[in-house]
């Protein structure tokens, strides 16, 4: 039994209020997405944005599952980001992370590099600072924030006391003030 699974045969979340509200079969969609992709749906949720993890710049979710789908191979860093999560290993991690940013930010690009995409797309392809990537070093840190928030906080999220590392080792600084 993995750390996401539950003894539960069903389980069923309330979304939306007043005449919105529903509730959803979490089994029917876990069961719908196979094992694999549902095991790694915390890590994928927090990397592409959440409330602690910042997202990329104008990109949503389903512009995020969209390219999850069209890069499956981003799976195997997802699963390891899940199944590691104090010693996610940065040689094995981060080429398929970059990869997926540059197919995030440029679905057709043939580049591996978040650098060099940044280039061209901002000096080539004109678009604004904004909406190009990150620098080469965000996604690593990024995925750090993610592994936190999903591999080390959501996985614990049924223990009463959960024991949790010092964030600024996944990512965060801790200022002058204990912030």
Sequence with gaps: MGPYDTKAE???IAFAIGKHFRYIPIHDIAQSLGPLQ?????IFHAFTGCDTVYSFAGRGKKTAWDTWNAFPEVSAAFRQMTDQPSTICRDSILPLLERYVVLLYHRTSESNSVNEARKV????KGRSIESVPPTREAPYQHAKRSVYQAGLILIQCLLLQPVLPSPD???????????
Excluded: T, V
């Design 169 to 179: 080792l996944y990512g965060w600084k801790k200022q002058d003030n204990g912030m």
């Design 38 to 42: 549902s095991r790694i749906l915390p």
């Design 121 to 124: 797309l901002f000096a080539h």
């Design 10 to 12: 069903e389980i069923w």
